[in-house]
């Protein structure tokens, strides 16, 4: 898991504030998938992003969800005014241009958010 | 409605014996499927997928059997060891849904010495 970096590894937030999680992708990926782990369930899928483009984001909630993953720098998951309900561990992944399933792509180690 | 179902959520096995997962799912346009290991705080780790084209892949220690018929696939891993004790998800792609994973819920492996 040490390609795909993500920070912050834990992060705490009251409610109502925001939340911003970070995903480096491996070098030379350019594909970034996000994922959301509630306590006792699977992951599941949120949003898919190519270089400056969102591919798929029909996981991600209607409201106060948002991600990017700009020209430079790291793709960003935001979360604006939290919940309870968001606390999860949210899972970054990424993969080459092409194939990426056949290799199961690569995810990174998570960002736990706890909401209080 | 869960799509991939995981109904075991843990299993307990002596150490040098098969440790069989199993996985079952509803969406006839899954045609691609894969396991994952989880240690806890840590993300998923890439064990083996297969094609619906197939019904067995095989790598080292590892196989994964399909039977797209009852819509069901297993894992076994054969010695089980200590050190392959985590939590295991099961997940499923369609091509009409690009590289967008649907996961089980895991079921958490225990090898004991």
């Known amino acids: 898991n040490a390609g795909v970096m993500q920070n912050p590894r834990h992060l705490v937030r009251r409610r109502g504030q925001e939340a911003r999680l970070r995903c480096s992708p491996m070098?030379?990926?350019?594909?970034v998938y996000w994922y959301r782990q509630l306590p006792e369930e699977g992951l599941k899928f949120m949003v898919y992003?190519?270089?400056?483009?969102?591919?798929?984001e029909s996981g991600m909630p209607k409201e106060r969800f948002s991600a990017e993953f700009p020209k430079e720098g790291p793709s960003i998951l935001r979360i604006q005014q939290v919940v309870r309900g968001d606390s999860a561990a949210y899972f970054c992944?990424?993969?080459?241009?092409?194939?990426?399933?056949?290799?199961?792509?690569?995810f990174g180690s998570g960002t736990r958010l706890t909401v209080v | 409605d869960q799509q991939v179902k995981q109904n075991s959520p843990s299993l307990s096995v002596q150490e040098g014996r098969i440790s069989i997962l199993n996985c079952d799912y509803t969406?006839?346009?899954?045609?691609?499927f894969l396991w994952y290991k989880k240690y806890p705080a840590e993300g998923p780790t890439f064990l083996i997928s297969?094609?619906?084209?197939?019904d067995k892949n095989e790598d080292g220690r590892f196989t994964v059997f399909l039977n797209k018929s009852a819509k069901h696939l297993s894992l076994h891993i054969v010695p089980s060891q200590p050190g392959d004790s985590a939590v295991y998800f099961c997940?499923?792609?369609?091509?009409?849904?690009?590289?967008?994973?649907?996961f089980g819920e895991g079921t958490q492996l225990t090898v004991n010495p």
């Open positions: 297969i094609s619906s084209i197939k």
């Open positions: 070098k030379g990926h350019s594909h």
């Open positions: 969406n006839s346009m899954f045609d691609y």
């Open positions: 992944a990424s993969s080459p241009k092409t194939g990426g399933l056949n290799y199961g792509y690569t």
């Open positions: 992003l190519q270089k400056e483009n969102i591919i798929d």
């Open positions: 997940a499923a792609s369609a091509e009409t849904s690009g590289s967008r994973l649907t």
